[in-house]
């Protein structure tokens, strides 16, 4: 069984994957960081000073033992623009990727018969020849 996970492990496609997860961790942070830190304060800068963060909405005020309970959209509007930020820079990750390959498939076929084909030609004519 620990053979068979190591083999399994070992495949081109799961090592890819962890590095893909560790490097979209890694990526998720940066973006976090750039939202949390540039977009948002210049955003509330532009919207009157508003901090987005702290932006909730009093759904019931704290009475005695019961704390008060809000609805934080300033965290959730972040979330969004996050997500929006994180899918635009995939999508032109995805874009540049597709443009390389077209680029190679693109490249010139070779005018002519083949190395194969020459030989094969070669091959049928001398059986030709002998009958």
């Known amino acids: 069984m620990l053979g068979e996970f190591k083999k399994f492990a070992m495949r081109g496609n799961v090592v890819d994957l962890a590095v893909g997860v560790i490097i979209g961790g890694a990526f998720g942070k940066i973006v976090t960081s750039l939202v949390n830190d ?24 704290a009475t005695g033992a019961k704390e008060a309970i809000y609805l934080n959209y300033g965290q959730f509007l972040q979330s969004v623009i996050d997500f929006l930020i994180i899918s635009f820079s995939i999508f032109l990750f995805i874009k540049a990727i597709n443009t390389f ?24 004519d001398l059986l030709k020849e002998r009958k």
């Open 38 to 61: 540039v977009v948002m304060p210049l955003l509330g800068l532009l919207l009157g000073g508003i901090n987005f963060a702290e932006d909730k909405l009093l759904l019931r005020a």
């Open 101 to 124: 390959k077209k680029k190679e498939e693109e490249k010139p076929k070779p005018v002519g018969p083949t190395k194969e084909e020459i030989l094969l030609t070669e091959i049928r």
